[in-house]
């Protein structure tokens, strides 16, 4: 297992070690003992989800309003999609910048998003599903978010945008400027 950090503090890609053959392949997905000595980072995952999503499904950004902030594990099992986070934290030095990888069942990558971030992901493929494991629980009630197509964000999301495919709820998200007037989240060193 490779833990690659990125430029963005506590946001690291993961790829696991991929035993193939013609049978087909074994990976150990998650090892709480290796992610914390390769990370430094101590989270104990409490809820694991699971999406299926057509082709143009974008899904996000989310967060959750403190004290239900989450961080996740997410990968996909079936299918491509590009994953894209925000940095929320106030006083971090990639606040209010985005990232974004391509996460497929072929490249088995993972991204572990910390705690002050906004999620979100729009499916490539013709379909795909999504996992994501979870450190804290799911509070309907401080489900926030940032609007997709936010301009300042300039998000890539690689699909025509007559072709994204958005929830009501998600297209009703505020911008990012209204959600970091809120200081929702302070970076932590």
């Known amino acids: 297992m490779e833990f690659i950090k990125t430029e963005f ?5 993961i790829e696991p070690k991929v035993f193939g053959d013609e049978r087909g392949f074994f990976l150990e997905s998650f090892h709480q003992h290796k992610f914390e000595e390769a990370t430094g980072l101590k989270n104990t995952f409490i809820q694991d989800n699971h999406s299926k999503s057509a082709y143009g ?18 990968r996909v099992t079936q299918g491509e999609v590009i994953d894209v986070v925000v940095d929320l934290r106030q006083g971090s030095p990639t606040y209010g910048r985005s990232f974004s990888i391509v996460l497929s069942a072929e490249n088995k990558k993972q991204l572990f998003v910390p705690r002050g971030f906004a999620h979100g992901f729009a499916v490539l493929s013709e379909t795909a599903e999504f996992l994501y494991k979870c450190d804290n629980i799911y509070a309907p009630s401080h ?42 989240f302070v970076y932590e060193q």
């Open 143 to 184: 489900d926030s978010g940032v609007i997709y197509h936010d301009t300042s964000l300039a998000i890539d999301w690689q699909i025509a945008q007559d072709q994204i495919l958005v929830s009501a709820k998600d297209q009703a998200l505020p911008t990012l400027a209204e959600v970091l007037a809120q200081n929702y």
């Open 57 to 74: 499904v974008l899904r996000g950004l989310h967060f959750q309003k403190p004290p239900y902030t989450q961080a996740k594990l997410v």
């Open 9 to 13: 503090p506590d946001l690291w890609i």
